[in-house]
């Protein structure tokens, strides 16, 4: 009897770890290199084993560079980045989570070159796009069923930088909702600003309009802007800039920000080019960490303040051109894609002091560049 009772109590406990830590589908979106190779990968990603199991391939679909799942998790869309002097175009799929399966609904033309993010709102009906070498962001509405409508509306950004190799038009890198939706903003490299738009989600074509007049916030000359990520709390926004390899530490309030703190990202190889790529914090906002490539290939991290600052908490090297990054909902797992390595690599994240320990897993796939969970059930 009492063995029993141990038994019972055991599965319980697993039960009882399984119900705090959900099995996660890991989308990984890749390079294709202009082939029909499978552009997106799913997996199981069971966070209380730190473990990845392919589940299907999607082929056809080119250079999905970036994804967004709605928040049901029904629905994929994913950037085109064609390259060349082909137009980029948005790709929109239905998933099933029961099989874990991609189905291809249909794709739009984005009116602009090189599409690098892709986001949606919490309501399913916004799909929005930063076009990197189209100098423009693109707006578009989604159909019941998922599938895309034509875009209803092309922003386009103005001005350069002082790299004249980096900076000689516009460059948006992303497009990021405020943690209220009431806001949009994109940074750009291309002219050393953040740009701030009103979301207006339920009109028909002006779904952004600038808000704060001038329209955007300015970072000093040649930062390159690339991504920003907010606090848990809402209180703070940061912001990588690629190539001054630093972070912009900012306090936010219904769409202003103030800026508190820049610290570096990274000091290695060209000041004008350092590389940084993605930033990320923990679900309970203590830990930030932000990707180099160039000369660096590695993972700076930070601890943070009860102020929203930040403090130096040490590097860890990872393979080569650490593109894309995400913590995991659970907060115990930072997930690296290496594009020139093929790998994703999983690292452990010390609760206490943020530090990682590398799992010595890795997932295998072809130039990984952008990594999105969404719950399985």
């Not at 063995?3 to 990984?28: D, H, S």
Request: with cysteine; glycine share 10%; aromatic share 10%.
């Amino acid at each position: 009897m009492k063995k029993i009772f141990l038994i019972l109590i055991a599965a319980f406990a697993i039960l009882n770890l399984n119900a705090q830590n959900p099995i996660q589908y890991l989308f990984v979106g890749t390079y294709t290199d202009g082939g029909a190779n499978d552009g997106i990968h799913v997996y199981k990603f069971n966070p209380n084993k730190g473990e990845a199991t392919l589940v299907s391939k999607t082929s056809g679909v080119q250079n999905p560079s970036w994804l967004c799942v709605t928040k049901d998790g029904k629905f994929v869309y994913a950037v085109n980045e064609n390259g060349g002097d082909k137009p980029g175009e948005l790709s929109a799929f239905a998933f099933d989570k029961k099989t874990g399966q991609l189905t291809f609904l249909n794709k739009q033309p984005t009116d602009g070159y090189a599409p690098c993010y892709v986001s949606i709102d919490a309501s399913g009906k916004n799909v929005i796009t930063a076009n990197y070498a189209g100098g423009n962001i693109t707006v578009f509405k989604t159909n019941d069923d998922g599938s895309l409508q034509p875009h209803v509306q092309l922003v386009g950004h103005e001005g350069y930088g002082v790299n004249v190799t980096r900076q000689e038009m516009p460059h948006p890198h992303q497009v990021i909702f405020s943690p209220d939706q009431k806001f949009v903003f994109s940074p750009d490299l291309g002219t050393d600003r953040v740009y701030q738009y009103n979301f207006n989600g339920t009109d028909a074509k002006d779904v952004l309009t600038p808000a704060n007049d001038p329209g955007y916030v300015t970072v000093d000359d040649g930062f390159g802007p690339r991504h920003m990520v907010f606090s848990p709390d809402r209180k703070t926004a940061y912001l990588i800039n690629e190539l001054a390899g630093n972070v912009i530490v900012y306090g936010y309030a219904d769409g202003k920000f103030t800026p508190k703190q820049t610290i570096a990202s990274t000091t290695a190889g060209d000041k004008n080019d350092r590389g940084s790529a993605e930033i990320a914090i923990s679900p309970n906002g203590k830990f930030l960490y932000t990707s180099n490539r160039g000369a660096a290939n590695n993972v700076a991290l930070y601890k943070v303040q009860t102020d929203g600052t930040l403090l130096e908490n040490g590097t860890q090297a990872v393979n080569a051109n650490p593109r894309g990054m995400m913590v995991d909902p659970t907060g115990r797992f930072l997930l690296v894609a290496s594009q020139n390595n093929n790998t994703v690599q999983i690292f452990v994240i010390n609760k206490n002091f943020g530090l990682l320990q590398d799992t010595n897993v890795k997932i295998d796939v072809q130039k990984p560049v952008c990594l999105v969970m969404t719950p399985v059930n």
